[in-house]
């Protein structure tokens, strides 16, 4: 019984001396609440890099704030920033993103049957018709509780590929 008790108490002080090293391994990833244009513009960049776009253009949309044209090899789209906020530094910051692509049909354009039956069965991006019946798919993102880079970086893989799906669906 006394060589039970030593042991448990030998394992007792190894789990608390071991205790700082645990913590230690721990790797914290900065999350965004909000995020700047260059803060975008570098993650766009890094897309650019990695060969998911093949060009981009930062611009301001109409309300002034930056905004962003990709083209890929199928299509362009634009991200946009909302929720305009500023930062301890006097620097605007954004609380989330959208994208959205456009796609001009030569036809009679789709039916809403259609654009419902993409938004039931798609989960990633939504689908609506705009006035001439053209398809548009849009994808939001909040960063209210913080996202990381990746999962930004993530988001807009994700949207890419619903705009290849979305494209093959609608046989553009």
């Not at 042991?7 to 721990?26: D, H, K, M, N, T």
């Not at 990833?29 to 060969?51: E, F, K, M, P």
């Not at 905004?67 to 954004?94: N, P, Q, W």
């Amino acid at each position: 019984m006394a060589r039970f008790r030593v042991a448990w108490a030998g394992f007792a002080v190894l789990a608390v001396l071991s205790l700082p090293v645990l913590a230690s391994e721990r790797t914290w990833v900065q999350a965004y609440t909000s995020i700047s244009g260059d803060d975008l513009g570098t993650i766009v960049n890094w897309l650019q890099w990695q060969g998911y776009i093949t060009r981009y253009e930062r611009f301001t949309d109409s309300t002034g704030d930056p905004a962003f044209r990709i083209t890929t090899e199928d299509c362009k789209f634009t991200i946009l920033m909302y929720g305009r906020s500023y930062d301890s530094h006097g620097d605007a910051v954004y609380t989330s993103l959208q994208t959205y692509a456009g796609f001009d049909l030569v036809s009679t354009g789709l039916s809403c049957t259609t654009i419902n039956r993409w938004n039931r069965e798609y989960r990633q991006s939504r689908a609506y018709l705009d006035s001439e019946g053209d398809p548009f798919l849009e994808a939001d993102l909040s960063l209210r509780g913080g996202v990381a880079e990746d999962a930004i970086k993530m988001w807009l893989i994700l949207y890419l590929t619903s705009v290849e799906t979305f494209i093959e669906y609608i046989e553009w």
